[in-house]
């Protein structure tokens, strides 16, 4: 149907799965984090890649959070990235980090403050945005349908955090060099190459 992507044949993808599973329980192979974000995925190869970053990573596969990726988290997480919405249920499953189908503030916060934009451009966890979709005292949970809603008001309202942190003087403007870094920390998912080379280029 419209906006899904065909699945992989399932020998193919068992095929894929063993070449990268090193773990073996009980007679059943299991692919650990590392087998699923360096040597499948080929990420955080370096030698000083941040083990958290490829457990947080992992976590997306392995629903179960019990370390390993079984072939059928492995099948589930394919047949995941054919649904329309991929990049929302993606998303949501890396912040849901114990798995129970809800997102909390502490999963939250704890996957943001791992990012390289939040060391850089901090994000207000305490503001009233925040407030708004886990409640005043934080302990509200976020469902998928409303997690959807909030990861796209959340891009919006983190331009809009880091444009104030920009405009110290509340003039409601700031320098094209400011501009550029905001749309390049923020924004770069929507960003040409054409756009981003224009923006530099503006800035000086």
């Known amino acids: ?3 899904y992507l065909k699945r992989a044949k399932t020998e193919k993808l068992h095929e894929v799965f063993l070449k990268f599973a090193s773990k073996e329980v009980n007679g059943e192979k299991f692919m650990t984090a590392a087998d699923f974000v360096q040597k499948y995925l080929g ?3 370096d030698a000083n890649f941040n083990p958290e970053s490829v457990k947080l990573l992992a976590g997306i596969v392995d629903t179960s959070k019990d370390g390993l990726i079984s072939f059928a988290e492995f099948q589930a997480f394919e047949g995941l990235l054919c649904v329309p919405d991929a990049l929302y249920k993606t998303a949501f ?3 849901d980090t114990n798995g129970n189908g ?11 403050r791992k990012t390289v934009i939040h060391q850089k ?3 207000n966890l305490d503001g009233t945005f925040v407030q708004l979709y886990f409640g005043k005292e934080k302990k509200r949970l976020i469902n998928y349908a409303e997690f959807s809603q909030f990861l796209h008001d959340f891009h919006e ?3 809009m955090e880091a444009f104030r942190r920009h405009d110290k003087l509340g003039t409601g403007f700031i320098s094209a060099l400011d501009f550029q870094d905001i749309m390049i920390s923020i924004k770069s ?3 040409t190459k054409e756009v981003r080379e224009n923006l530099v280029a503006v800035s000086w």
């Open 1 to 3: 149907s419209a906006g």
């Open 157 to 159: 309202e983190y331009a």
């Open 102 to 112: 809800m997102v909390a503030f502490e999963e939250f916060a704890e996957v943001i």
């Open 43 to 45: 990420i955080y190869c």
């Open 121 to 123: 451009i901090p994000f």
């Open 189 to 191: 998912h929507l960003l």
């Open 93 to 95: 499953q890396l912040f």
